[in-house]
């Protein structure tokens, strides 16, 4: 098989991050990411996806063949067309094994993307007149299985106003060409775009009232005019205070926020998906297909999440002796109960498909919307039970490696740092260590964040699923059950057959 119709392998994956792409970091232009502190271990993480497209081990649960027309090739199983329930309960063990390969901290690696580019074949007309883009990229990304970012959201500057009345700020093309479409302005964030091989802008928000803000497209990472400007960084930061066993997480799992920026950067007509056409772009997230498969998605990685989260707890229990109290138990049991729903919606929407464009089916947007709401509140509180039962268990710890290394202070930690039931200090240290990097590090305030808000505010989540409620009949079906109960009875009594009415006996005088 040519090496250009089949997935990138991780060594391949990580010389395509080597193109001279704008990074900045701390004031400077990062020159290579693949050398960078703040980069190399994520692209690592990332590159063992890849690897395992290849090897034996993972092959079979995690790739299918090709579907686009003429490819001969395989690719993840995300990126395909599903056409049954069975093709997306393959999709779900493909997206979990994935998953587990980073224990669920890696929210937006390769396989989130294809929530949208698995749409493109069985949706590509919806997207004319750039319908031919939309095949393009569906067997281009299936045979490589490319990385990509995306960014969708204005900024949060003047979001008060519509976004042609800021258009300083939000991203909007400026000029027509025969070569494409030159575009400036910002969106906010562009979540791992570093990593990445191109990146997806699209609109969400505000409805736009002028068509040069009416844009779906791809970007590729090293276009020219593409800063991507980094928030600070938890693997640098790793790097520089300690050692992986003080940031086990951080310092390999940090797919770095980016602000991204067009400067007048020329988008080919070949990478347009939507332009010009209002109620396109608008109609794009309930059309798509993006919003029933990344909710999807993201259900399954985030069980995988809690699952390494319940497992992290129950062993931080164990060091700390109060594993067997009840009131700690029942709360670790809420926490496998939170695991076990989203493992139950995901299932569901896999099991339960809706049928979509040309024999093709959707995950069911009813348990994606669940999802989108459960998660705002089951992933803080899982975090304010490992706060709340670990408690000071987790800052009782030295400050870092090296400590454990010093003759003088050794025998102390052994003694005082030890874990109950025989387990030692670094084993304690380790665990501890490990949890606060997951809840309580820069690191893991930013997960609480991102599980907040990645799939939306929180309004407006619960606000979508109400207008899908309405849209679908869904809500009318709610309130026609509760029209059956009141129609069977008014102020005579019953007016069903077969309920009676009886009157009390009266006290005898």
């Excluded at 299936?142 to 500057?157: C, D, G, K, M, T």
């Excluded at 138990?329 to 926490?335: A, F, K």
Aim: proline residues 6%.
């Amino acid at each position: 098989m040519s090496p250009e119709t089949r997935p990138l392998t991780g060594d391949e994956y990580v010389e395509t991050l080597r193109d001279g792409r704008a990074v900045y970091l701390y004031g400077e232009r990062i020159r290579d990411v693949t050398r960078h502190p703040a980069f190399h271990n994520p692209i690592r993480m990332t590159a063992r996806l890849y690897d395992a497209l290849h090897s034996d081990e993972h092959r079979s649960v995690l790739t299918t063949a090709c579907d686009a027309p003429g490819s001969q090739g395989y690719t993840h199983w995300f990126f395909t067309t599903p056409r049954s329930a069975e093709d997306l309960v393959a999709a779900e063990r493909a997206i979990a094994t994935w998953a587990r390969m980073s224990y669920g901290w890696l929210g937006r690696g390769p396989d989130y993307k294809a929530s949208f580019l698995g749409t493109l074949g069985a949706n590509a007309d919806f997207y004319q007149p750039f319908a031919d883009n939309a095949r393009h990229w569906y067997r281009l990304s299936q045979e490589r299985v490319l990385y990509w970012s995306h960014a969708i959201v204005h900024p949060p500057v003047d979001r008060s106003r519509r976004p042609d009345q800021v258009a300083d700020v939000f991203v909007h093309v400026e000029r027509e060409t025969d070569a494409g479409l030159v575009v400036s302005g910002a969106k906010v964030v562009a979540t791992g775009a570093a990593l990445t091989h191109h990146t997806f802008v699209a609109h969400y928000g505000l409805p736009v009232a002028r068509r040069e803000f009416a844009l779906v497209a791809a970007v590729p990472t090293d276009a020219p005019g593409v800063k991507l400007i980094c928030r600070p960084s938890y693997a640098a930061t790793a790097n520089v205070l300690g050692s992986p066993f003080d940031y086990p997480l951080s310092s390999r799992l940090d797919e770095n926020d980016t602000i991204l920026v067009l400067d007048k950067v020329l988008i080919p007509w070949e990478n347009v998906f939507v332009y010009g056409d209002l109620a396109k772009v608008q109609t794009f997230a309930g059309r798509s297909g993006f919003t029933e498969r990344f909710t999807f998605h993201g259900c399954v990685r985030l069980a995988v999440k809690l699952e390494f989260l319940a497992g992290l707890l129950a062993k931080a229990l164990e060091t700390t002796g109060t594993a067997d109290f009840r009131g700690v138990q029942s709360r670790l049991g809420e926490v496998l109960a939170w695991r076990n729903m989203f493992q139950g919606l995901a299932g569901a929407a896999a099991r339960d498909p809706v049928p979509w464009h040309d024999g093709s089916v959707l995950p069911n947007p009813r348990y994606g919307a669940a999802y989108r709401w459960f998660m705002q509140v089951g992933y803080p509180r899982v975090r304010e039970i490992v706060l709340q039962d670990v408690a000071s268990g987790l800052i009782y710890v030295n400050s870092g490696a090296e400590d454990f290394a010093n003759a003088e202070i050794r025998p102390y930690l052994d003694r005082y740092l030890r874990g109950s039931q025989g387990i030692e200090a670094v084993e304690r240290v380790k665990v501890m260590k490990l949890l606060w990097d997951a809840v309580g590090s820069e690191f893991g305030g930013r997960h609480e964040l991102y599980e907040r808000n990645y799939a939306g505010n929180h309004e407006n989540t619960r606000v979508e699923l109400l207008s899908a409620a309405i849209a679908d009949g869904d809500l009318a079906g709610c309130k026609a059950l509760v029209d059956t109960c009141l129609a069977e009875y008014d102020l005579t009594g019953w007016r069903v057959p077969d309920l009676s009415s009886y009157e009390a006996p009266r006290p005898p005088h």
